[in-house]
Each structure stands twice: as structure tokens, then as C-alpha cells.
């Protein structure tokens, strides 16, 4: 292991982030589970994150941090430099997803996801950067997705989400990069189990257009049992994969990470694309002269 880390996730609760959490805690850094309402709705969570704590004597803590709610990003940060005097890794994790056809979600429910899985993002950043720059170093971390790159049917709200959430990280990147702060972008595949994604998936309000759909009758709720059918044979299916990947680029030296890195069970080779519109960016952007804003220099 590197150096120990201060770390904060966001969505620590279920899922990715808490997988990375104790992967990250586990690994010997100092990790800070950030969820809402810790004496609340997250409770049992925030129970069995103490009690993982305890027993396995891990640096792990809950943080109260609600995404949605800018003065509660500002507070969290301010909290964890208070204590520590920095902060050196934030990974941005918390989604919710919603699966069926687009048509059959009203607009206010698109709003809801591209506000919990895009603008908690920036919400989040604009509390942590402003340390980040000042200490002239540190890492952004996303859990994005490989929908991204290639989307899925009955996806809408979710990929259309996930692709704001990527962009505003690549461009936040680039805008950081001369900083000194490296961001790089995790693409996991569709992990039906180990996490809350397909469990808690929200559908259409609106059903009754869903019903006008006679020729896509059930593939909607066919998703996960095709997704599963998608996996290459051999390839790992638990989450936990993700939450391993993850703590080994956390550890790996500063300025040597990958943008991108994708941890797929369906294999649906994301970073191919992603790799093209690369190429054809450092190609534009070398044309601008500002080239070094995709990357930062390598160093302790």
C-alpha cells in the first residue's frame, strides 16, 4: 500500500460504495462512509458500518452527507479538513436507477435522476476542490458506467444521467488538471446482484404509455435476465470486483492512474470507444495548445 489516504465516498451505504469502503479501509487508509441521515433513513447502514469498524479495528467512519443538499457537502467537507488538515481522495458514487421505457417516465422524474447521479457531482466537487487546489494535489474518483459509451435499451433516465455525470467529470478534469488533481472514471458493467441498482430501480409513472409499446411487450422487464445472459463466460459477477479495481488504482502513484478503467462481467469493451474519442480530443486539443489539460505529471 501507498501512503495512508484521507478518502471520502459518497453513497457509502450499499452497493459500490460500500464495497469500496471497506476494500479502501481494509487496504489501511483512513475512509469516511459519507450517507444521509445517518441517525435516520441511513441507521442500519451506518450500524453495520460501525460494527464492521469495531470488529476488523479499520479506520472506517459514517460521515453525514446528503448529495442532494449543497450545505450538507460544504459541511462534510469542512468537517473531515478540520480533522485531518486534508483531504486527499473523493470518490463520487451515490445513484439511484430507473429501468423501463423512456417514454413512460414523466420529465420531473428524469430531473430527479440527472439531479441525483449528475449535479450531486458538482455539488460535491465545489465542496472538496477548493482544498484540493490549495493543497496543490489529490485524486477525483467516479463510478460512472459503461452505458455511457454503449447505452442499453430501457435505460433512458439512467444512461442519460450517467452521460451528464461523465461529462461534467471529464470537463471538471481538465479544468483541475494544472492543479495537480487527477480524475479518473470507473465504467462498471451491469452488476445485477451484490448491489441496489436493479433491486431499488425506479419505473415510469406514466405505465399506461409503457402499455402503447405492444412490439417491445416485456423486454423491459426482461433487462436483468438478458444483462446476466450477456456475461462472458468465466468473467467475475459480484460487485466486489468493482470495489477491488477501485483500490488499486487509489493506490497506485499519483500521476500514473488511468482516466478510465472498466470492470465489465459483460464485457461490452467501453474504453474501445472511449479510447477513439480520446484520440480524436488530444488531437483537437493539441491544435488549441492546451494538450496538458488531459493529463498531470507524474510524481510522489
Known amino acids: 500500500m501507498s501512503e495512508k489516504k484521507i478518502i471520502v465516498i459518497t453513497g457509502a451505504g450499499s452497493g459500490f460504495g460500500r464495497l469500496a469502503a471497506l476494500e479502501l479501509a481494509r487496504a489501511g487508509h483512513k475512509v469516511y462512509a459519507s450517507m444521509r441521515d445517518l441517525a435516520g433513513h441511513s441507521k442500519d447502514k451506518v450500524d453495520d458500518i460501525r460494527s464492521i469498524a469495531n470488529i476488523e479495528k479499520l479506520d472506517l467512519r459514517p460521515l453525514e452527507l446528503d448529495v442532494r443538499l449543497e450545505p450538507s457537502c460544504r459541511a462534510a467537507a469542512d468537517y473531515v479538513l478540520s480533522v485531518n488538515g486534508r483531504i486527499d481522495v473523493v470518490i463520487n458514487n451515490a445513484a439511484m436507477m430507473m429501468a423501463g421505457l423512456t417514454e413512460s417516465f414523466r420529465p420531473e422524474q428524469i430531473a430527479e435522476i440527472i439531479d441525483l447521479n449528475a449535479i450531486s457531482w458538482l455539488r460535491v ?48 478534469g481538465l479544468e483541475n488538471s494544472r492543479y495537480n488533481i487527477e480524475t479518473v472514471i470507473c465504467m462498471p458493467g451491469a452488476y445485477t446482484s451484490g448491489t441496489d441498482h436493479f433491486k431499488h430501480a425506479v419505473f415510469g409513472a406514466d405505465p399506461a404509455v409503457a402499455d402503447q409499446y405492444g412490439k417491445l411487450a416485456g423486454l423491459a422487464e426482461e433487462l436483468a435476465g438478458k444483462l446476466d445472459a450477456a456475461n462472458v463466460p468465466g468473467a467475475r459477477t459480484d460487485a466486489k470486483e468493482v470495489a477491488e479495481k477501485i483500490a488499486k488504482v487509489v493506490d497506485m502513484p499519483h500521476g500514473t492512474r488511468p482516466w478510465r478503467f472498466e470492470v465489465d462481467p459483460q464485457q461490452r469493451q467501453a474504453m474501445v470507444v472511449a479510447e477513439k474519442a480520446n484520440e480524436m480530443r488530444r488531437l483537437f486539443f493539441t491544435r488549441m495548445g492546451v494538450a496538458d489539460l488531459l493529463a498531470v505529471p507524474a510524481g510522489d
Do not use: E, W
Not at 134 to 149: A, H, M, P
Not at 155 to 169: E, N, Q
Open 125 to 172: 466537487n465545489r465542496a472538496f476542490l477548493p482544498t484540493k487546489r490549495r493543497q496543490n494535489k489529490g485524486l477525483l474518483l467516479y463510478v460512472g458506467s459503461g452505458i455511457t459509451q454503449i447505452p442499453d435499451p430501457f435505460t433512458g433516465p439512467y444512461a442519460a444521467s450517467k452521460a451528464a455525470g461523465d461529462m461534467l467529470a471529464q470537463i471538471m
